[in-house]
């Protein structure tokens, strides 16, 4: 599988669009990029996923370059709620395996 | 529904001592997995199951056994638990193999003295 690269942390003001880098520069082609989010102790939530064209859903957009080495997550008006670890994750769609790194600490400020 | 639950939510034992997690689900999914995840880390895979009556090895499986006796249970089980298996245990669960989305339970917070 395909690792990534995510910032350790990152702060954003509520109300403000935040968005989270990802670097995945060995992706192969038929990789998709996933994102998972993980509230304080609770388990990892499903939020978005993309091959090569960008992706809107009720929670956030994915913006995937066109080389596909890298990809961002763009939460559009960040609550105090979206405080949490954000995972991206690379990986064939049929593959049962998901590979978690450390991700990104965000932590939204009043 | 209920989706994934986990049972015990906190557990604490002593070296040595055995214990078994259980996860269940009410979707009907045929993939069912056990994960932990250490202080400031991702979580790794333990073991996983794609079906009733079936399991295997992911990551980090040593140490732990794991049943799939009924399609909407999957047991984790500790035979002589060790201080190294201190974390927090999720388990997921998945329709099928190319199911987007993996569904996690609230977590088993052990400690292990």
């Known amino acids: 599988d395909a690792k990534t690269t995510q910032p350790t942390s990152m702060d954003c003001a509520e109300g403000r669009a935040a968005n989270l880098p990802c670097n995945h520069s060995?992706?192969?082609?038929?990789?998709?990029v996933y994102w998972y989010r993980q509230i304080h102790s609770q388990g990892p939530q499903y939020i978005i996923h993309?091959?090569?064209n960008n992706e809107t859903n009720e929670m956030a957009s994915l913006i995937i370059t066109e080389d596909r080495k890298s990809s961002t997550l763009i939460l559009p008006h960040a609550t105090l709620r979206d405080t949490a670890v954000y995972y991206c994750i690379v990986r064939v769609r049929d593959d049962y395996k998901l590979s978690f790194g450390a991700g990104t600490t965000v932590t939204v400020r009043a | 529904n209920a989706g994934v639950t986990q049972t015990p939510k906190f557990r604490v034992l002593k070296t040595g001592q055995s214990m078994t997690l259980l996860c269940a689900q009410d979707?009907?999914?045929?993939?069912m997995y056990w994960y932990r995840q250490d202080p400031g880390m991702g979580l790794r895979l333990i073991h996983y199951s794609v079906g009733e009556g079936t399991t295997a090895k992911g990551e980090v499986p040593d140490g732990y056994n794991v049943s799939r006796l009924k399609k909407q249970n999957f047991l984790l089980g500790l035979e002589s638990a060790a201080p190294s298996q201190t974390s927090v245990y999720f388990c997921?669960?998945?329709?099928?193999?190319?199911?987007?989305?993996?569904?996690f339970g609230p977590g088993t917070r052990l400690t292990v003295l």
């Open positions: 997921a669960s998945t329709r099928d193999r190319g199911q987007v989305e993996q569904f």
């Open positions: 979707m009907n999914h045929e993939y």
């Open positions: 993309g091959l090569k």
């Open positions: 060995t992706i192969s082609g038929n990789e998709y």
